[in-house]
């Protein structure tokens, strides 16, 4: 478990930002180290007390900017949020980071990623490449949790139409249900934006084919040992963080309770286009990231930087992401 205080993060970061000069939030120290990072992200293995988490690098999309992207914010002023994380400005690069924890002999798999780029673009779908550089083989995988779906945590439980094979052949696959019953909804499809409905009708066709294996839950009852969901709904309909602890180690998976930090950490009042609800995903995101700012609780996010792990700080109006 990395342990960094609350002071210690405080100090260090102040610190910094007073030996540099520097007139910029402590986001920026934290960002900045995260590019020092090594290139190659492919997996990264850390503990959680006794259960192991491994961070999987499945790429990248590389977004092209456009206005309606986050709502009232200009490209500009997106850029220059990323130009203040030290990222690129030629386009929004979103990385998508499944997990999967070994836990009481089962292995776990947190979302199913892009499905070798079936979505995502070119530089998605490393998934399966980084999962075998890992050591860990898809038929060994028992348990599939998924916090909602969008097409980057779900398309990777299936190879594309017409085939439709099942990726993780002896997985269990739980699901929100309040996601479950948005989605499969036959109505839905008519309800929804054009752009959203391509995917309704692919996850109304690929969810039938696993039906024996999927199952719905509710409310915050352990589905594996040491792992618990915990409602983070706004985002979508039933979009779940997770809760992972074993002794007095915890770790919150917040999936997509906030999309890259140089953004929506930053300024958790953005609205991003993704957000269903963006109201109820903004007050889910202050919730959040209080509880662990509160509680100085590791976090993991999907779109974060690879390896995608660290601790929040408040900082002015937003929060800081400080990579482990
Ligand atoms: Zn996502």
């Known amino acids: 478990m990395f342990e960094i205080s609350r002071r210690d993060l405080v100090l260090s970061a102040a610190g910094a930002y007073a030996a540099f000069g520097l007139s910029k939030p402590i986001a920026f120290i ?36 456009d206005d309606n992207f986050i709502k009232g914010v ?74 909602h779906f969008h097409p980057d945590h779900i398309y990777g439980l299936m190879t594309k139409g017409p085939e439709n094979t099942a990726v993780f052949p002896n997985a269990e696959i739980y699901v ?12 839905v499809i008519e309800k929804l934006p054009e752009a959203r409905r391509p995917l309704a009708k692919r996850i109304q066709e690929i969810f039938p084919l696993m039906k024996h294996k999927v199952h719905q839950f ?30 007095k180690d915890q770790l919150i998976v917040l999936s997509d309770t906030t999309n890259i930090p140089a953004l929506f950490v930053r300024n958790p009042g953005w609205h991003a286009a993704f957000d269903q609800d963006a109201v109820m995903a903004e007050a889910t995101r202050r919730k959040l990231l209080d509880r662990v700012v509160a509680d100085q609780i590791m976090v993991t996010g999907y779109h974060f930087p690879f390896p995608a792990i660290g601790t929040i700080a408040k900082d002015g109006k937003g929060y800081a992401f400080k990579p482990a």
């Open 30 to 65: 934290g960002a900045a180290e995260a590019q020092q990072a090594p290139a190659a992200a492919s997996f990264r293995k850390y503990k959680v007390g006794d259960i192991e988490v491994f961070s999987l690098s499945d790429g990248v999309w590389e977004k092209p900017h």
């Open 74 to 147: 200009t490209v500009d002023e997106t850029k220059a949020a990323l130009a203040a994380a030290g990222l690129t400005t030629d386009f929004v690069p979103i990385p998508f980071t499944p997990n999967v924890v070994r836990t009481d002999g089962k292995l776990v798999l947190i979302d199913a990623g892009t499905g070798g780029g079936q979505t995502g673009g070119p530089k998605a779908g490393t998934l399966m490449k980084h999962l075998a550089a890992a050591g860990i083989d898809a038929g060994a995988v028992n348990v599939i949790l998924i916090s």
């Open 176 to 187: 929100p249900a309040d996601e479950y019953r948005f989605w499969m909804d036959p109505a």
């Open 218 to 247: 509710e409310g915050a009852k352990e589905l594996v040992p040491g792992i618990r969901p915990i409602d983070a709904h706004g985002h979508t309909p039933g979009h779940t963080a997770f809760h992972v602890s074993s002794g």
